[in-house]
């Protein structure tokens, strides 16, 4: 291969990739945006959850409901802008349900034991 073609091939792959990416960063970065009293830091990381929440998101609508790639960019693009907003939420939930799960579990276990 040649130094010609192998840089064409790359310059291709990175403009695919950043077409990809582009809903997923527009979004987060409105969501970045919009959200006063951020630092630098908390930015970048909404920015980065964001992408990669859309870029997942997009994927899954696109396979699960067989809608158009366009739709399924916008449906990632909305779930970029509120990835981290929910982020408190799912993390309180997912908590809730993995203590209710423990203890439903020590149950059955406790009811199997005992044979009732």
């Known amino acids: 291969m040649s130094n010609e073609r192998f840089v064409h091939d790359m ?16 979004g987060s970065a409105i969501g970045a945006w919009l959200r006063k009293g951020l630092s630098f830091k908390e930015r970048t990381l909404h920015f ?9 998101a997009t994927i ?3 396979v ?16 970029g802008y509120l990835a981290l907003d929910a982020l408190p939420v799912i993390r309180e939930r997912a908590i809730a349900l993995l203590g209710d799960a423990f203890d439903r579990a020590r149950e059955w276990i406790r009811i199997k034991r005992i044979g009732e």
Not at 11 to 26: I, K, M, R, Y
Request: charged share 0%; no cysteine; proline share 5%.
């Open 11 to 26: 310059a291709e792959a990175a403009l695919t990739a950043l077409g990809a990416v582009a809903p997923a960063a527009a």
């Open 48 to 56: 980065a959850a964001g992408i990669v929440v859309s870029w997942y």
């Open 64 to 79: 699960i409901f067989s809608v158009h790639p366009f739709v399924a960019q916008g449906i990632g693009f909305t779930l």
């Open 60 to 62: 899954a609508v696109g």
